[in-house]
């Protein structure tokens, strides 16, 4: 039962365009969620994160924004660039535990 | 960077037989993780440890061990290689309070033929 949820594995943006990356989640005990960004090859690295008491964080480019009532967070980029194109990968860290629970991943490709 | 590291980075084994992959930190973090990444699956957790000697199990821990006796090392052994454990398999490492971001080695490729 996956409980993170990116139901679109992948997308296609032109450069200068906003990307908006989708996560939803099935477990209300989950309280910080982070975004990573993967290159082909190496490992994943942390891009932005929320707690649960936020409905939006923002740095630089990136914002995320979490709708706890939906069970839906998203992640833009605005504006997107070709270094963009990764995978992205939203993960969640239930309550009281040091685990994360990770999506499947969107793969983002943005067209020069 | 955060310095971890991953050996071997590639590996081609045959069914039956024993893998240990090593991760190793030189960042003194307490909690250590262990992930495969499969098509289709995103990124699973195997085993994590939150300190020397303590460790704990993920979603898909089934035919996989871990130790950690050092807080630099922690250790993923397949017992006996099986095809379906053929992944790409990453190790990570997260701060030593409250909820942080992780930081990734750079995968272990594991082939079982």
Redesign the interface.
């Not at chain 2, 971001?101 to 995968?107: A, D, K, L, V």
């Given at each position: 039962d996956q409980q993170v949820k990116q139901n679109s594995p992948s997308l296609s943006v032109q450069e200068g365009r906003i990307s908006i990356l989708n996560c939803d989640y099935t477990n209300s005990m989950f309280d910080y969620f982070l975004w990573y960004k993967k290159y082909p090859a190496e490992g994943p690295t942390f891009l932005i994160s929320i707690s649960s008491i936020k409905d939006k964080n923002e740095d630089g480019r990136f914002t995320v924004f979490l709708n706890k009532s939906a069970k839906h967070l998203s992640l833009h980029i605005v504006p997107s660039q070709p270094g963009d194109s990764a995978v992205y990968f939203c993960a969640a860290n239930p309550s009281g535990t040091y685990k994360y629970i990770f999506g499947t991943g969107t793969r983002l490709k943005v067209l020069a | 960077d955060a310095g971890?590291t991953q050996s071997p980075r590639h590996k081609v084994t045959e069914t039956g037989t024993p893998v240990t992959l090593r991760c190793h930190q030189t960042e003194n973090h307490r909690?250590m993780?262990w992930?495969r990444q499969d098509p289709?699956?995103?990124?699973?957790?195997i085993h994590?440890s939150?300190g020397v000697k303590d460790t704990d199990k993920?979603?898909v821990s089934d035919g996989y061990s871990v130790s950690r006796s050092k807080t630099e090392d922690f250790l993923l052994t397949l017992e006996s290689a099986t095809s379906s454990q053929t992944s790409v398999y990453?190790c990570?490492i997260?701060g030593p309070a409250g909820?942080n971001?992780?930081?990734?080695?750079?995968?272990t490729r594991l082939t079982v033929l």
């Open positions: - | 971890i909690y993780y992930y289709g699956h995103g990124l699973r957790l994590y939150y993920g979603e990453f990570a997260s909820v971001e992780q930081f990734f080695g750079p995968g």
